[in-house]
């Protein structure tokens, strides 16, 4: 299975794409692992939140094959601890998919085009975090799950 983490707009801190490089590298010792940028939406200051939301929708969907299982990061998704995470990537694993799909949206979260074809809606926490923490905060928990699946001892209960 390859998990795919696809997200709006480049990533601009330094610090952040170090941190995310850093977990990036250390995934690919579990799985496939590829984060897609998606670029921000031209003139997007002349369009009102739901066309901006329906344009980043018709670019993330045209990136999802329809046997890929497609993960919303929402904040009214499913909170999860690590552990309940490692166990659904092994969910998924065991279901034999193709790709696992998980996505960042916009500024104002996603269309009702992409509700309508999303799998599930998983909340990182109740808090808000920028677009670009969240990627990073993302890519560990990526990493921290396959280490608990994994037995190894990164991850501490």
């Given at each position: 299975?390859?998990?795919?983490?696809?997200?709006?707009?480049?990533?601009?801190?330094?610090?952040?794409?170090?941190?995310?490089?850093?977990?990036?590298?250390?995934?690919?010792?579990?799985?496939?692992?590829?984060?897609?940028?998606?670029?921000?939406?031209?003139?997007?200051?002349?369009?009102?939140?739901?066309?901006?939301?329906?344009?980043?929708?018709?670019?993330?969907?045209?990136?999802?094959?329809?046997?890929?299982?497609?993960?919303?990061?929402?904040?009214?998704?499913?909170?999860?601890?690590?552990?309940?995470?490692?166990?659904?990537?092994?969910?998924?694993?065991?279901?034999?998919?193709?790709?696992?799909?998980?996505?960042?949206?916009?500024?104002?979260?996603?269309?009702?085009?992409?509700?309508?074809?999303?799998?599930?809606?998983?909340?990182?926490?109740r808090m808000t975090f920028?677009?670009?923490?969240?990627?990073?905060?993302?890519?560990?928990?990526?990493?921290?799950?396959?280490?608990?699946?994994?037995?190894?001892?990164?991850?501490?209960?």
């Amino acid at each position: 299975m390859k998990l795919k983490l696809l997200v709006i707009g480049k990533t601009d801190a330094d610090y952040v794409k170090q941190g995310i490089e850093v977990y990036s590298k250390r995934l690919k010792h579990y799985c496939q692992f590829e984060l897609i940028e998606i670029p921000d939406i031209k003139n997007s200051k002349n369009l009102s939140e739901r066309e901006q939301k329906e344009k980043e929708g018709e670019v993330i969907l045209s990136k999802v094959e329809n046997s890929d299982c497609l993960a919303l990061l929402d904040e009214n998704g499913k909170e999860n601890n690590s552990v309940e995470f490692s166990n659904l990537l092994q969910k998924r694993m065991n279901q034999g998919l193709k790709n696992l799909v998980f996505v960042v949206g916009g500024p104002y979260g996603f269309s009702e085009k992409v509700y309508q074809r999303a799998n599930e809606k998983l909340a990182l926490s109740r808090m808000t975090f920028s677009h670009q923490m969240v990627r990073l905060f993302f890519v560990e928990q990526l990493y921290r799950g396959f280490t608990i699946l994994k037995g190894e001892p990164y991850h501490h209960n």
